[in-house]
Nanobody, 128 residues
Framework: QVQLVESGGGLVQAGGSLRLSCVAS????????VGWFRQAPGKEREFVAA????????YFADPVKGRFTISRDNAENTAYLQMNSLKPEDTAVYSC?????????????????????WGQGTQVTVSS
């Protein structure tokens, strides 16, 4: 049974930082790209960032470029989302997702419906 478990969310002031973790089990983690998505109340789920299975390529949504980084440790079956210079508009539930992509690209990894496995999410709240 595949499981993705996020952690690291919380309440932070604007300008602060958080690091989210996504621990995977039940799959060969190194075969899967990982994406982070977020959903704010009343809004659709939106792409945040993705990392290819080797970690060699990363993709970011425009609102988070230069502030967020994504990485992974395949030996630990874990992916990370480092979020710096947080803004109130970053407030959302953040979820990680995993999928095997024959060929990864921004287009393929940015689509939520591309992903087979999802975590439950972790709440990030940024106060002004």
């Amino acid at each position: 049974q595949v499981q993705l478990v996020e952690s690291g969310g919380g309440l932070v002031q604007a300008g602060g930082s958080l690091r989210l973790s996504c621990v995977a089990s039940g799959l060969t983690f190194s075969n899967y790209a990982v994406g982070w998505f977020r959903q704010a109340p009343g809004k659709e789920r939106e792409f945040v960032a993705a990392v290819t299975r080797s970690g060699g390529n990363t993709y970011f949504a425009d609102p988070v470029k230069g502030r967020f980084t994504i990485s992974r440790d395949n030996a630990e079956n874990t992916a990370y989302l480092q979020m710096n210079s947080l803004k109130p508009e970053d407030t959302a539930v953040y979820s990680c997702a995993a999928n095997y992509f024959l060929t990864s690209s921004y287009t393929s990894t940015a689509r939520p419906d591309s992903y087979r496995y999802w975590g439950q999410g972790t709440q990030v709240t940024v106060s002004s």
